[in-house]
């Protein structure tokens, strides 16, 4: 392998870590056709924490991603991802016995019966499900990425543990790049929609559904460090109560921000990245990204002994695990309803 050419490959592999940053949540997107999904026939495993502190309130948040995505083509790849979060609001109550005076110099509220209320929660998110293909690969045209995902299991409670099946939430995306070594352009282009939901005695309630725009540079400074900016515009359609908006408005949220990509063994990715809110309030957040892809051999061990005909294709190999798994779930599911 030529060198510019063993350059070129290692900042398309840098960049995995780094672009998916705005259109999937900081968490990178390879951006060659060849390094875009997970091999056919191999695994990724991804982990991710994010510090998020937010302007506007008195208030931190703790996130964590845990991730697995498996190839079945060279094109097309399957994943699945489950997310928690620890929430810390801090809220000072002025009204506490009536005795509460502000003191403007320290920034908080004074007296010998007036305390910081804390509401700090902890809980499992949503687990969710994701197939993603590559559309095209780079050549005369931009190369393309596109996604969906789908909620498979979801978190109702504010604290703990209410696992129920998802109510039809999805999101969907379109990423778009060109490499001029050693700079990498992209721009992605994503889409969320939440179900409405009927609450009691209220109505019908819709979140609302959120477009975004991700524009992103990365630069690679050698075949194992790049240095990335990204930036997200997200926009929010007011939420309606009986299909009326008076309840609320349209919310844009725009951040920026920058960070720093290793790749490590060419096996290993890890993104470090910043970014700050240029709206909404203001804000800040700091998280780590890695995405590693276990060795083939560590993964089929036991199939290795077998006979290439005996092997077949993953499905043929493996589709009673699946079946049980599904199975499993569904009857859980059941039971669990059947209690309620």
């Not at 109505?203 to 790049?226: E, K, Q």
């Amino acid at each position: 392998m030529s060198p510019s050419r063993s350059f070129r490959l290692a900042l398309l592999l840098v960049f995995c870590a780094v672009t998916r940053a705005a259109a999937q949540g900081d968490s990178g997107l390879p951006l060659s056709i060849e390094n875009l999904l997970a091999p056919s026939g191999g695994s990724e495993i991804s982990y991710s924490i994010r510090h998020i502190a937010f302007g506007n309130e008195t208030a931190d948040r703790l996130s964590a991603e845990l991730g697995y995505s498996y190839g079945l083509t060279e094109d097309i790849e399957v994943g699945l991802s489950l997310d928690a979060s620890h929430t810390d609001d801090r809220n000072a109550d002025p009204r506490r016995g009536g005795e509460c005076i502000y003191a403007p110099t320290l920034g908080r509220y004074l007296g010998p019966r007036c305390r910081d209320e804390k509401d700090t929660t902890t809980r499992l998110g949503t687990l969710r499900a994701q197939i993603s293909r590559g559309l095209s690969p780079e050549n005369e045209t931009p190369g393309a990425f596109g996604w969906v995902g789908f909620d498979l299991l979801e978190n109702r409670s504010a604290e703990g543990e209410d696992f129920r099946r998802g109510r039809g939430a999805f999101n969907a995306g379109l990423s778009l790049y060109r490499t001029y070594d050693p700079i990498v352009l992209r721009i992605a282009f994503g889409y969320a929609h939440i179900p409405p939901e009927h609450i009691r005695n209220a109505g019908r309630f819709d979140r609302g559904d959120t477009i975004s725009i991700s524009p992103s540079v990365l630069f690679a400074v050698n075949n194992i460090v790049s240095i990335s900016a990204t930036s997200d515009i997200q926009v929010t359609f007011s939420d309606t109560l009986d299909r009326q908006d008076r309840y609320s408005y349209r919310r844009t949220v725009v951040t920026a921000g920058i960070g720093v990509s290793l790749s490590l063994r060419d096996r290993t990715t890890v993104y470090i990245s910043g970014s700050t809110f240029a709206s909404a309030g203001g804000g800040a957040s700091f998280g780590v990204f890695v995405r590693h892809r276990p060795r083939r051999d560590d993964l089929l061990a036991d199939d290795s002994e077998s006979t290439e005909s005996e092997q077949g294709t993953w499905w043929g190999r493996h589709r009673v695990k699946v079946w049980g798994i599904a199975s499993g779930l569904i009857a859980a599911s059941r039971v669990r309803d059947a209690r309620r």
